[in-house]
């Protein structure tokens, strides 16, 4: 069955630097992998798409990469800030649906 | 905003009670969809209605039903539910071409209780 894999734990980091989240995933093959933001007792919000022919895609200060052949995505946030404190989920796209993973709880200090 | 709006955004209803959720999207968007988040589970789709066709997860309950009147209204009614039923109960939108799924829009939730 299809699984979508994102780090179970908080990931904690300091203002300033590089938050990298992960999202791994197993017997799909998704035309588009996607990203967003989920705030508490919120619904999420759409951040980036990246398509399988894509290796890498920006916006301002995010960067998403897909790899298909280790069927994994990574999710960069440079110069983290505490407002940047949030659920970050990816969603696989198939025909006409999204199929999300848990997500991964970013906490940025200052 | 998104433009996605859903009302009410707390909800508490017994057991035998019937209530409705309503969305309502503002984009022009012509694909609507039901999700349930429960505490530590990804979100689960409930319904789809696209391109005027419903798509719907097997595994939903009877005693959760659609409605879309139209391609901006969605409904979803509940009726003598049980109290694992109690969560966030999120609709979304996006825009359908042919087979291609992008990226959508998502309400801000309605948070239901079930006593």
């Known amino acids: 069955s299809q699984k979508i894999e994102q780090n179970s734990e908080a990931l904690n980091i300091q203002e300033g630097k590089t938050a990298t989240l992960t999202c791994n995933y197993t017997?799909?093959?998704?035309?588009?992998l996607q990203w967003y933001r989920q705030d508490p007792g919120r619904g999420p919000v759409f951040l980036l798409l990246?398509?399988?022919?894509?290796k890498e895609k920006r916006k301002e200060r995010l960067k998403v990469t897909f790899d298909t052949t280790l069927k994994q995505s990574l999710f960069h946030i440079t110069a983290s800030q505490p407002a940047d404190s949030a659920t970050y989920l990816c969603?696989?796209?198939?025909?006409?649906?999204?199929?999300f993973g848990k997500g991964t709880m970013l906490l940025v200090s200052p | 905003e998104t433009g996605v709006t859903q009302t009410p955004r707390h909800l508490v209803m017994g057991m035998t009670n019937k209530k409705s959720l309503k969305c309502e999207q503002h984009?022009?968007?012509?694909?609507m969809y039901w999700y349930k988040q429960s505490a530590k589970k990804p979100l689960e789709l409930m319904f789809v209605?696209?391109?005027?066709?419903?798509?719907e997860n097997n595994s939903v309950p009877s005693r959760f039903s659609p409605e879309c009147p139209n391609s901006s209204h969605l409904f979803l009614h509940l009726h003598t539910l049980q109290p694992e039923d109690s969560a966030l109960y999120l609709c979304a939108s996006s825009v359908q071409y042919g087979s291609s799924s992008v990226e959508q829009y998502f309400g801000p939730g309605t948070r239901l209780t079930v006593t």
């Open positions: 969603a696989l796209s198939g025909y006409s649906t999204l199929t």
């Open positions: 990246i398509r399988e022919n894509e």
């Open positions: 984009l022009g968007h012509n694909a």
């Open positions: 209605y696209s391109l005027e066709e419903r798509v």
């Open positions: 017997n799909y093959s998704p035309a588009y």
